[in-house]
Protein backbone atom coordinates (compact mmCIF):
# COMPACT_ATOMS: atom_id res chain seq x y z
CA UNK A 1 0.00 0.00 0.00
CA UNK A 2 2.74 2.40 0.81
CA UNK A 3 4.09 1.52 -2.37
CA UNK A 4 1.42 2.68 -4.23
CA UNK A 5 1.24 5.64 -2.51
CA UNK A 6 4.61 6.57 -3.66
CA UNK A 7 4.19 5.77 -6.69
CA UNK A 8 0.85 7.75 -6.80
CA UNK A 9 3.09 10.85 -5.37
CA UNK A 10 6.22 10.26 -7.18
CA UNK A 11 4.22 10.07 -11.05
CA UNK A 12 1.58 12.78 -10.83
CA UNK A 13 1.71 12.17 -14.84
CA UNK A 14 -0.89 8.61 -14.04
CA UNK A 15 -2.96 11.24 -12.97
CA UNK A 16 -2.50 13.91 -15.10
CA UNK A 17 -2.51 11.62 -18.26
CA UNK A 18 -6.28 10.34 -18.04
CA UNK A 19 -6.60 14.41 -18.62
CA UNK A 20 -4.71 14.53 -22.40
CA UNK A 21 -5.59 11.88 -24.86
CA UNK A 22 -3.61 11.01 -28.51
CA UNK A 23 -5.90 10.38 -31.13
CA UNK A 24 -4.54 9.01 -34.58
CA UNK A 25 -0.94 9.12 -33.39
CA UNK A 26 1.25 7.73 -37.06
CA UNK A 27 4.78 8.12 -37.91
CA UNK A 28 5.79 8.31 -41.23
CA UNK A 29 7.98 5.75 -43.16
CA UNK A 30 11.19 7.18 -44.87
CA UNK A 31 13.82 5.34 -46.52
CA UNK A 32 16.57 4.11 -44.44
CA UNK A 33 18.74 6.33 -45.49
CA UNK A 34 16.65 9.63 -43.98
CA UNK A 35 18.24 11.68 -40.57
CA UNK A 36 14.69 12.40 -39.40
CA UNK A 37 11.34 11.69 -40.10
CA UNK A 38 8.20 12.94 -38.26
CA UNK A 39 5.17 11.99 -36.28
CA UNK A 40 1.52 13.45 -36.64
CA UNK A 41 -1.56 12.98 -34.14
CA UNK A 42 -4.46 14.74 -32.27
CA UNK A 43 -3.71 16.17 -28.98
CA UNK A 44 -7.03 16.56 -27.15
CA UNK A 45 -6.65 17.96 -23.87
CA UNK A 46 -9.71 17.29 -21.26
CA UNK A 47 -8.33 19.22 -18.73
CA UNK A 48 -9.32 22.88 -17.37
CA UNK A 49 -5.41 24.07 -17.97
CA UNK A 50 -3.56 24.57 -20.92
CA UNK A 51 -0.89 21.93 -21.75
CA UNK A 52 1.98 21.78 -23.26
CA UNK A 53 4.03 19.56 -25.46
CA UNK A 54 7.39 19.97 -25.08
CA UNK A 55 8.77 16.96 -26.93
CA UNK A 56 9.31 13.36 -26.53
CA UNK A 57 11.55 10.03 -27.17
CA UNK A 58 12.24 7.13 -28.44
CA UNK A 59 14.33 4.75 -28.86
CA UNK A 60 15.11 5.07 -32.33
CA UNK A 61 15.75 8.61 -32.09
CA UNK A 62 18.31 10.85 -30.60
CA UNK A 63 15.62 12.87 -29.72
CA UNK A 64 12.34 14.66 -30.44
CA UNK A 65 11.32 17.96 -30.79
CA UNK A 66 8.09 20.38 -31.73
CA UNK A 67 8.26 21.60 -35.13
CA UNK A 68 5.82 23.82 -36.81
CA UNK A 69 5.92 24.97 -40.90
CA UNK A 70 6.07 28.20 -41.50
CA UNK A 71 4.76 29.45 -44.63
CA UNK A 72 5.01 32.55 -47.08
CA UNK A 73 3.14 34.05 -49.59
CA UNK A 74 4.60 33.17 -52.62
CA UNK A 75 4.63 29.16 -51.34
CA UNK A 76 7.83 28.80 -49.79
CA UNK A 77 7.73 26.24 -46.85
CA UNK A 78 9.96 25.62 -44.01
CA UNK A 79 10.21 24.18 -40.85
CA UNK A 80 10.94 26.07 -37.20
CA UNK A 81 11.71 24.09 -33.32
CA UNK A 82 9.25 25.53 -30.77
CA UNK A 83 9.60 25.23 -26.83
CA UNK A 84 6.73 23.77 -27.28
CA UNK A 85 2.61 23.10 -28.95
CA UNK A 86 0.61 24.44 -26.70
CA UNK A 87 -3.24 22.62 -26.01
CA UNK A 88 -5.68 24.83 -24.78
CA UNK A 89 -7.89 24.09 -22.20
CA UNK A 90 -11.06 21.72 -23.09
CA UNK A 91 -9.17 21.95 -26.52
CA UNK A 92 -7.10 20.32 -29.16
CA UNK A 93 -4.05 20.61 -31.12
CA UNK A 94 -3.41 18.56 -34.54
CA UNK A 95 -0.42 17.63 -35.86
CA UNK A 96 -0.40 16.73 -39.60
CA UNK A 97 1.55 16.22 -42.61
CA UNK A 98 2.55 19.61 -44.22
CA UNK A 99 2.01 20.89 -40.68
CA UNK A 100 2.94 21.36 -37.55
CA UNK A 101 4.50 17.60 -36.20
CA UNK A 102 6.96 16.04 -33.69
CA UNK A 103 10.29 15.70 -35.25
CA UNK A 104 11.83 12.44 -35.03
CA UNK A 105 15.84 13.44 -35.12
CA UNK A 106 19.24 12.04 -35.32
CA UNK A 107 17.60 8.31 -36.34
CA UNK A 108 19.44 5.76 -34.78
CA UNK A 109 17.16 3.63 -37.10
CA UNK A 110 14.72 4.99 -39.54
CA UNK A 111 11.00 3.17 -38.61
CA UNK A 112 9.72 0.94 -41.05
CA UNK A 113 6.15 1.18 -42.25
CA UNK A 114 4.26 -1.69 -40.73
CA UNK A 115 6.13 -1.13 -37.03
CA UNK A 116 4.87 0.01 -33.88
CA UNK A 117 7.87 2.36 -32.37
CA UNK A 118 6.92 3.20 -28.57
CA UNK A 119 7.34 6.89 -27.76
CA UNK A 120 6.89 8.99 -24.71
CA UNK A 121 5.95 12.68 -25.23
CA UNK A 122 6.77 15.00 -22.15
CA UNK A 123 4.34 17.11 -21.03
CA UNK A 124 3.95 20.57 -18.81
CA UNK A 125 0.99 21.83 -17.17
CA UNK A 126 0.99 24.80 -14.66
CA UNK A 127 4.82 24.44 -14.12
CA UNK A 128 4.72 20.17 -13.80
CA UNK A 129 6.23 17.99 -15.87
CA UNK A 130 4.85 14.55 -16.82
CA UNK A 131 4.79 11.79 -19.34
CA UNK A 132 2.52 9.91 -22.42
CA UNK A 133 3.72 6.66 -23.06
CA UNK A 134 2.43 5.88 -27.02
CA UNK A 135 2.96 3.20 -29.13
CA UNK A 136 2.62 4.64 -32.31
CA UNK A 137 2.29 2.77 -35.80
CA UNK A 138 4.30 3.19 -38.60
CA UNK A 139 3.08 4.04 -42.29
CA UNK B 1 -65.81 52.75 -62.06
CA UNK B 2 -63.16 55.30 -63.88
CA UNK B 3 -61.72 55.70 -60.47
CA UNK B 4 -61.41 51.43 -60.61
CA UNK B 5 -59.62 51.84 -64.29
CA UNK B 6 -57.29 54.66 -62.78
CA UNK B 7 -55.96 52.63 -60.50
CA UNK B 8 -55.69 49.24 -61.99
CA UNK B 9 -53.87 51.88 -64.39
CA UNK B 10 -51.59 52.85 -61.52
CA UNK B 11 -50.78 49.49 -60.53
CA UNK B 12 -49.95 48.21 -63.66
CA UNK B 13 -47.20 51.83 -63.22
CA UNK B 14 -46.26 50.33 -60.11
CA UNK B 15 -45.92 47.20 -61.48
CA UNK B 16 -43.68 48.07 -63.91
CA UNK B 17 -41.46 50.45 -62.06
CA UNK B 18 -40.77 47.58 -59.96
CA UNK B 19 -40.65 44.88 -62.63
CA UNK B 20 -37.96 47.96 -64.34
CA UNK B 21 -36.05 47.92 -60.69
CA UNK B 22 -35.55 44.37 -60.26
CA UNK B 23 -33.94 43.88 -63.89
CA UNK B 24 -31.37 46.56 -63.25
CA UNK B 25 -30.91 45.05 -60.21
CA UNK B 26 -31.12 41.47 -61.39
CA UNK B 27 -29.35 42.31 -64.28
CA UNK B 28 -25.37 43.04 -63.08
CA UNK B 29 -26.27 39.91 -60.24
CA UNK B 30 -27.03 37.37 -63.25
CA UNK B 31 -23.90 38.41 -65.24
CA UNK B 32 -21.32 38.05 -61.96
CA UNK B 33 -23.19 34.69 -61.48
CA UNK B 34 -22.18 33.73 -64.82
CA UNK B 35 -18.54 34.48 -65.14
CA UNK B 36 -18.56 32.78 -61.49
CA UNK B 37 -20.00 29.93 -62.85
CA UNK B 38 -18.45 29.80 -65.95
CA UNK B 39 -15.07 30.27 -64.17
CA UNK B 40 -15.72 27.39 -61.67
CA UNK B 41 -16.66 25.17 -65.10
CA UNK B 42 -13.32 24.97 -65.65
CA UNK B 43 -11.96 21.69 -66.32
CA UNK B 44 -8.92 22.22 -64.95
CA UNK B 45 -7.95 21.49 -60.99
CA UNK B 46 -4.85 23.31 -60.88
CA UNK B 47 -4.27 27.16 -62.12
CA UNK B 48 -4.63 26.42 -65.80
CA UNK B 49 -2.56 28.35 -68.14
CA UNK B 50 -4.13 28.78 -71.53
CA UNK B 51 -0.89 30.38 -73.15
CA UNK B 52 2.16 28.79 -74.30
CA UNK B 53 4.93 29.68 -72.01
CA UNK B 54 7.77 26.88 -73.13
CA UNK B 55 9.06 25.23 -69.63
CA UNK B 56 13.22 26.00 -68.89
CA UNK B 57 14.99 22.92 -70.91
CA UNK B 58 17.21 21.94 -67.72
CA UNK B 59 20.09 19.73 -68.17
CA UNK B 60 20.89 18.09 -64.78
CA UNK B 61 21.83 14.72 -63.59
CA UNK B 62 19.37 12.17 -62.71
CA UNK B 63 19.48 9.27 -59.66
CA UNK B 64 21.35 6.47 -61.67
CA UNK B 65 23.83 9.66 -63.06
CA UNK B 66 21.98 9.63 -66.35
CA UNK B 67 21.86 13.49 -67.62
CA UNK B 68 18.41 14.25 -67.94
CA UNK B 69 17.03 17.77 -70.35
CA UNK B 70 13.31 18.68 -69.95
CA UNK B 71 13.61 17.86 -74.00
CA UNK B 72 14.49 14.52 -72.81
CA UNK B 73 10.88 14.16 -71.95
CA UNK B 74 8.71 15.26 -74.80
CA UNK B 75 6.20 13.33 -75.17
CA UNK B 76 5.43 12.71 -71.89
CA UNK B 77 3.43 14.71 -69.11
CA UNK B 78 5.81 16.03 -66.46
CA UNK B 79 5.18 16.82 -63.00
CA UNK B 80 7.81 18.95 -61.41
CA UNK B 81 8.63 19.71 -57.51
CA UNK B 82 11.49 21.17 -56.05
CA UNK B 83 13.01 19.64 -52.52
CA UNK B 84 15.89 17.94 -51.05
CA UNK B 85 16.02 14.47 -49.75
CA UNK B 86 16.43 15.13 -45.94
CA UNK B 87 13.16 16.64 -46.05
CA UNK B 88 11.33 15.15 -43.22
CA UNK B 89 7.48 16.56 -43.91
CA UNK B 90 7.32 18.68 -46.90
CA UNK B 91 8.59 16.40 -49.29
CA UNK B 92 7.44 13.11 -48.50
CA UNK B 93 3.87 14.65 -48.10
CA UNK B 94 4.56 16.25 -52.25
CA UNK B 95 5.58 13.13 -53.21
CA UNK B 96 3.58 10.64 -51.17
CA UNK B 97 0.56 12.42 -53.09
CA UNK B 98 2.34 12.58 -56.48
CA UNK B 99 3.04 8.69 -55.88
CA UNK B 100 -0.91 8.36 -55.07
CA UNK B 101 -1.61 10.38 -58.45
CA UNK B 102 0.74 8.44 -60.32
CA UNK B 103 -1.28 5.19 -58.86
CA UNK B 104 -4.50 6.85 -60.57
CA UNK B 105 -3.33 6.50 -64.06
CA UNK B 106 -4.68 4.31 -66.40
CA UNK B 107 -0.91 1.97 -67.31
CA UNK B 108 -0.82 3.51 -70.83
CA UNK B 109 -0.80 7.10 -68.95
CA UNK B 110 1.63 5.98 -66.52
CA UNK B 111 3.89 5.18 -69.31
CA UNK B 112 3.68 9.16 -70.91
CA UNK B 113 4.04 10.62 -67.19
CA UNK B 114 7.44 11.76 -65.51
CA UNK B 115 7.66 12.86 -62.00
CA UNK B 116 10.49 15.06 -61.51
CA UNK B 117 11.98 16.24 -58.37
CA UNK B 118 14.47 18.85 -58.35
CA UNK B 119 16.80 18.99 -55.51
CA UNK B 120 17.84 22.15 -53.93
CA UNK B 121 20.28 20.92 -51.43
CA UNK B 122 23.78 21.30 -52.90
CA UNK B 123 24.63 17.71 -50.38
CA UNK B 124 22.46 15.46 -52.24
CA UNK B 125 24.17 13.79 -54.58
CA UNK B 126 23.11 10.91 -57.28
CA UNK B 127 23.64 8.30 -54.57
CA UNK B 128 21.04 10.31 -51.93
CA UNK B 129 18.44 10.91 -54.62
CA UNK B 130 18.02 7.18 -55.48
CA UNK B 131 17.97 6.36 -52.04
CA UNK B 132 15.51 8.83 -51.30
CA UNK B 133 12.53 9.38 -54.60
CA UNK B 134 12.42 5.74 -55.46
CA UNK B 135 11.14 5.07 -52.14
CA UNK B 136 8.06 6.52 -53.21
CA UNK B 137 7.71 5.24 -56.71
CA UNK B 138 10.51 3.56 -58.56
CA UNK B 139 9.61 5.02 -61.72
CA UNK B 140 10.39 8.66 -60.28
CA UNK B 141 13.04 11.17 -61.26
CA UNK B 142 15.27 12.86 -58.78
CA UNK B 143 17.72 14.95 -60.54
CA UNK B 144 20.72 17.04 -59.01
CA UNK B 145 23.50 19.36 -60.92
CA UNK B 146 25.94 21.62 -59.74
CA UNK B 147 24.75 24.80 -57.71
CA UNK B 148 24.40 27.26 -60.36
CA UNK B 149 22.54 24.82 -62.59
CA UNK B 150 19.99 24.38 -59.80
CA UNK B 151 19.76 27.84 -59.29
CA UNK B 152 19.17 28.80 -62.67
CA UNK B 153 16.44 25.70 -62.86
CA UNK B 154 14.90 26.72 -60.07
CA UNK B 155 14.78 30.64 -61.35
CA UNK B 156 13.11 29.09 -64.25
CA UNK B 157 10.16 28.07 -62.90
CA UNK B 158 9.80 30.54 -60.06
CA UNK B 159 11.10 28.36 -57.49
CA UNK B 160 12.89 29.78 -54.39
CA UNK B 161 14.85 28.39 -51.58
CA UNK B 162 17.13 29.21 -48.64
CA UNK B 163 19.45 27.27 -46.03
CA UNK B 164 17.56 27.35 -42.90
CA UNK B 165 19.80 28.53 -39.48
CA UNK B 166 21.41 24.99 -38.20
CA UNK B 167 19.60 23.63 -35.60
CA UNK B 168 22.05 21.76 -33.50
CA UNK B 169 25.80 21.97 -33.38
CA UNK B 170 26.77 20.25 -36.77
CA UNK B 171 26.66 23.42 -39.45
CA UNK B 172 25.78 20.92 -41.82
CA UNK B 173 22.69 19.74 -39.54
CA UNK B 174 20.45 22.45 -41.49
CA UNK B 175 17.10 22.22 -43.62
CA UNK B 176 16.03 24.50 -46.52
CA UNK B 177 13.28 26.46 -46.83
CA UNK B 178 11.64 26.25 -50.50
CA UNK B 179 8.90 26.40 -52.85
CA UNK B 180 6.43 23.78 -52.37
CA UNK B 181 4.40 24.31 -56.01
CA UNK B 182 4.36 21.42 -58.39
CA UNK B 183 4.13 22.31 -62.09
CA UNK B 184 2.13 20.31 -64.82
CA UNK B 185 4.18 20.61 -67.81
CA UNK B 186 2.86 19.20 -71.04
CA UNK B 187 4.16 16.72 -73.27
CA UNK B 188 5.47 19.48 -75.99
CA UNK B 189 7.53 20.98 -73.03
CA UNK B 190 5.09 24.12 -71.85
CA UNK B 191 3.86 25.04 -68.31
CA UNK B 192 0.71 24.46 -68.06
CA UNK B 193 -0.86 24.09 -64.68
CA UNK B 194 0.42 24.83 -61.26
CA UNK B 195 -0.48 23.15 -58.05
CA UNK B 196 0.02 24.55 -54.83
CA UNK B 197 0.97 22.27 -51.89
CA UNK B 198 -2.36 22.08 -50.28
CA UNK B 199 -4.04 21.16 -53.27
CA UNK B 200 -1.92 17.84 -53.58
CA UNK B 201 -4.07 15.64 -51.49
CA UNK B 202 -6.75 15.85 -54.49
CA UNK B 203 -5.14 13.20 -55.99
CA UNK B 204 -7.76 11.95 -58.40
CA UNK B 205 -8.67 15.79 -59.84
CA UNK B 206 -4.83 15.88 -60.82
CA UNK B 207 -4.84 12.82 -61.97
CA UNK B 208 -7.93 13.75 -64.16
CA UNK B 209 -5.59 17.14 -64.91
CA UNK B 210 -2.92 14.69 -66.39
CA UNK B 211 -5.11 12.82 -68.48
CA UNK B 212 -6.54 16.16 -70.19
CA UNK B 213 -2.94 17.33 -70.51
CA UNK B 214 -2.11 14.31 -72.43
CA UNK B 215 -5.28 14.13 -74.57
CA UNK B 216 -4.29 17.64 -76.04
CA UNK B 217 -0.88 16.38 -77.22
CA UNK B 218 -1.63 16.47 -80.71
CA UNK B 219 -2.12 13.04 -82.56
CA UNK B 220 -1.68 11.21 -78.97
CA UNK B 221 -4.58 9.15 -77.37
CA UNK B 222 -3.88 9.20 -73.38
Redesign the interface.
Known sequence: MKRILCALLLSPGLIFAGDLKIEGAWIRALPPSSKSTAAFMTIVNRSDAPVLITGGSCPAAGEIKPMITTKQEDGVMGMAFVESFSVPAKGRRVLEPGGDHLMLMKLKEVPKAGATVPMVLTTESGGVKSHIHLDVPVR | MPRKRHRDARARRIGLIILAACAIVAAPALIILFSVAGRSSSPWFGQYDPDTHPGYNFALTDQNGKPVRLQDLRGQAVLLSFGF??C???C??TL?NLAAVYRKLPPAAQERTKVVFVSVDERDTPA?LK??VP?FNDRFVGLTGPPADIGTTARAYGA??RK?PA?GGDKD?Y???????THLIDPEGNLRVLY???QLPETEKIADDVLRVLAQAPGKQP
Do not use: L
Open positions: TRPNIPTGSEYFSFATDMIDHSTYRFE
